[in-house]
Structures are given as structure tokens and as C-alpha cells.
């Protein structure tokens, strides 16, 4: 467990260095409330960040008993903490604020939104990240397009880079297409009509989404 803590209204977060701790907490605290206005959810729970140093893995860990959530942590390696700790922050707020209605959505489209909201509350990674994206879009095929959007939560880790990299892509690119909204609307769907997921044929089925996409 990393040494130091910093507690902010929102969350708290973990690091060896106290400075570090400071500063991850202060970007959770100052974002916490702009992504769950982005969202439409309350800002709970507090958020937990750790800092684990010699690490480069990022990503919201997320231990289990059987269905049962029992404790989460958004984890922030070392080059995300030096080259973007604000966009990673970010993105993996809306992970952990994405509460219902949000977990009918499937898991693609969950990063795409994650890194939606990440480049306008940090915008200063936004061209970079936007051409990365559209970069990877163009290659995409049918297939792997489909495979992409298999993804689930539980197996993310374990997917293959390029599988995840795909996801990111397709998933920000049909965020894009039916805005936040649109998107929420789907999920409150699903949620009435008892299903598990947005059926990705809500999706890729339409040409159009029910409510026009907001840029
Ligand atoms: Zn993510």
C-alpha cells in the first residue's frame, strides 16, 4: 500500500510521495463534480486513487465476491502520473461514477465515453488523443469491429492490446454519434425493459439514434 494519503472532499487518493498524493487528489477532487454533472449522477462513493509506483498498469481494479463489488480502486501507473495524470484521472472517474443507468452500457462504449468526457474536462490532450482515435477507426474491419464491441468489464484486462485499442475507437466514435444523452436514454431503455445491456443492435442496427447526436 503506498505510504501517504490525501484527503479531499470528493476522494481520497494514495501515493509513496506525498506530493504525488496531493496532486491526484486535487485533480479527482476538482473533476469529480464536472464528470457526474456530465453523467447525471450523484459524486458517490468518494473516489480512491493509488499511485503505485515501479507500475504501469491504469485502470479502475475492481475486486470481486462472486457478483458481489467489494472494493474498487482507480490505480494510476508512472507514466500515466507523469505525461497525463489529468486525462487518466479523468477517465477513470467516469468508470467509477458511471452507476446506473449507466452500467447497461457495454463496455466499448463505456471507454468511448470515458475518453469523451476526458478530453473536455483536460482538453490538453484532447488533439492528440482524438487523432489516435480516428487514426485507429479508419483500419478497423467489420470483424474486428464486432469484436470490439464484445468486450466485457470483467475480461478487459486480460484482452488483447490491440482488441482494447479497437474498443477505445469504435466506442468513442458511437459516443460521438449519439451524444451523452442519446446514450443515457438507451441505457434507461434497457433498464426498463429488464435487459442486461443496451443491445448493441440499438446500436449498429439504426442509421440513425432516436435523439440527434450532440458534438
Ligand atoms: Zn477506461
Redesign the pocket.
Known sequence: MPEFEHRSPSGVARADDPNDARMLAMIGNLFTAEVCTKLGVEPEPPFVIYHVSGSESL??AVWRDGDEIVERRIVIGDAALRDQARFSVA??L??WYASAPWDRLPHAI??GL??YIAVHVAPEFRDERIAELDRRLASITPERREQALAVSERT?ATTPREVRSDA?AVGFEIVQRFGIEGLRELCERAQREGRERVPIAWIEGSTLPPHVARP
Open positions: 485502470g479502475l477517465h477513470e467516469v468508470h463505456e471507454e470515458a475518453d478487459w477505445y
